[in-house]
Nanobody
């Protein structure tokens, strides 16, 4: 099993930036890919970005062009920086990880963007 703990959420003003962090523990050797999702009130959970152990990165439309995902393999951590935050970015942000599929999830961290 893998445990994921997110941090870095909070209240940010429109146009600001935020860096989320997630640290994995447990059977971290099972991890090949890590990523971030979010879920806004009344919306389905949506993927934002993923990064594999080999460094392959995928961003999706909600954050493409204004976000950076990165890994710290030594610390079993993944980070997501989002710039130019908008009120519609308000959501709970979840860290996820897995070997071939994203099987493990954190509890989420709230990000609120004030207008």
């Amino acid at each position: 099993q893998v445990q994921l703990v997110e941090s870095g959420g909070g209240l940010v003003q429109t146009g600001g930036s935020l860096t989320l962090a997630c640290t994995a523990s447990g059977s971290t050797s099972l991890i090949n890919v890590m990523g971030w999702y979010r879920q806004a009130p009344g919306h389905q959970r949506e993927v934002l970005a993923t990064i594999t152990n080999s460094g392959n990165i995928v961003y999706t439309k909600p954050v493409e062009g204004r976000s950076t995902i990165s890994r710290d393999h030594a610390k079993n951590a993944v980070f997501l920086r989002i710039d130019n935050l908008k009120p519609e970015d308000t959501a709970i942000y979840y860290c996820t990880a897995g070997q071939n599929t994203l099987d493990y999830w954190g509890q989420g961290t709230q990000v609120t963007v004030s207008s």
